[in-house]
């Protein structure tokens, strides 16, 4: 390509071409899906959003956490990862409800969706119920979603209870998550904790109190 085509091709761009990049690139980040920083457990091994294998135990700094349902078309395949038809987030103690982004919501709200019901998919539910946690690792203000299945809600619940009276908030604790032995599929647990930093707990609070509004608005 010449100099000569160079500068007609130049000359050619819209005056505007810079505002059309900027708010082609400010739509495409609106519409990123939340949680796209997450820690995946596939295999139990937890491996970062940049592909960093850590193995089965990991360092984590518990900021925040939703509770959330999510129905696949299907039997969820971690080698094939389908789309959910329908989702729900919620704050602890609310109701759930499909996000408003769903063209085809399952039903009004979760409690009287058919596909939350035991029974629904085999013997269990058709709705995968689970926790969505924002997490740091130590010595990082930069947050991660980890998601906790059904199984892991009510080892999860236990282990917060048991920081209440003890801390202001889990964020002022390093969690250290494992694989439950005693199961075949990955699920994570907290198995021992140690105090954070206060100075660097209060950090990750601020740097990621919008996080949940993300996950709650997506």
């Known amino acids: 390509m010449t100099d000569t085509n160079i500068a007609l091709q130049k000359d050619n761009l819209p005056a505007d071409i810079e505002a059309q990049m900027e708010a082609a690139f400010t739509e495409l980040a609106e519409n990123m899906p939340v949680g796209s920083e997450r820690i995946s457990t596939k295999g139990s091994q937890f491996k970062l959003p940049d592909g960093t294998v850590i193995g089965n ?70 709705c995968k119920n689970e926790y969505k946690v924002v997490v740091c690792l130590p010595n990082s203000t930069d947050s991660m979603i980890i998601h906790l299945p059904p199984t892991a809600r009510k080892d999860f619940e236990k282990t917060i209870k048991s920081y209440s009276g003890k801390f202001k908030h889990p964020v002022y604790v390093i969690s250290t998550f494992e694989f439950d032995p005693k199961v075949s599929y990955p699920k994570p647990v907290i198995t021992t904790a140690r105090p ?5 707990a209060k950090q990750q609070f601020a740097n990621n109190s919008d996080v949940k509004s993300n996950i709650l608005n997506s």
Do not use: H
């Open 57 to 126: 135990s990991i360092d984590l700094v518990i900021v925040d956490w939703l509770d959330a349902n999510t129905l696949f078309p299907e039997a969820y395949d971690p080698n094939n990862p389908a789309e959910p038809i329908c989702y729900a987030n919620a704050k602890m103690g609310e109701k759930l409800i499909p996000s408003e982004k769903i063209e085809n919501p399952q039903c009004d709200n979760c409690d009287e969706c058919p596909n939350n019901e035991f029974g629904s998919r085999g013997q269990g539910k058709a």
């Open 196 to 200: 954070n930093d206060p100075d660097m």
